[in-house]
């Protein structure tokens, strides 16, 4: 006879079902954290790009202000320049493709322009005639004093005079009295005389 297969306990079969079930959760927990990752990185891609668009877009209006600027100013000296061959607003409207209220706008602008740029001329003459000169430049500079060696090295020799031998004046009616000079007969005998000279 066959032997009947042993059921299986119920403790048996629940644990098996709550690690089916746990299984399943923690596949769909790491579904679920892929899902948030991956949207994380796309929120920040989008934040930079933005970013990024944001920038360029503020360089190119930059620069299409500026050749915009340029391209104006062109316009406008040409405006003004049909203008001086001496015909009326009107006409050079219908020339150059514009409205009469176009021309003047355009020839108000290049006159302001004009203005502006010889008041900005003007000014920075003024500024650099106001500016000081720099250091040691001026011709009038103090010229660094002479050391006190220099000094008496420069200063000429003072000339020593010999000092005046006293002279006595002689009394009213008496002989004037003559000083004593060096190698007078007077003084040889206070001379002392070398040995073997002796007459």
Do not use: H
């Not at 920040?44 to 503020?58: K, S």
Request: hydrophobic share 35%.
């Amino acid at each position: 006879m066959t032997q009947k297969p042993q059921r299986k306990s119920k403790a048996v079969l629940a644990r098996e079902a709550a690690r089916a079930k746990a299984a399943r959760f923690r596949e769909l927990e790491n579904e679920r954290l892929r899902i948030a990752e991956s949207a994380i990185l796309i929120q920040e891609e989008i934040d930079d790009f933005d970013a990024e668009t944001e920038r360029r877009v503020a360089k190119l209006r930059e620069e299409r202000n500026s050749q915009l600027g340029e391209k104006r100013q062109k316009l406008d000296a040409l405006v003004v320049e049909m203008l001086d061959t001496e015909i009326p607003a009107q006409e050079a409207s219908e020339r150059l493709g514009m409205s009469v209220g176009q021309v003047r706008s355009a020839k108000k602008s290049f006159e302001q322009t004009v203005a502006a740029l010889a008041e900005n001329s003007a000014d920075d003459i003024t500024a650099t005639a106001a500016a000081p000169a720099p250091a040691g430049s001026a011709d009038d500079s103090a010229a660094p004093s002479p050391s006190a060696d220099e000094t008496d090295a420069a200063a000429p020799a003072a000339e020593t005079t010999p000092a005046a031998e006293s002279y006595d004046f002689p009394p009213p009616g008496g002989s004037p009295v003559v000083p004593i000079q060096e190698g007078s007969p007077d003084r040889l005998q206070d001379a002392t005389l070398p040995p073997g000279s002796a007459g």
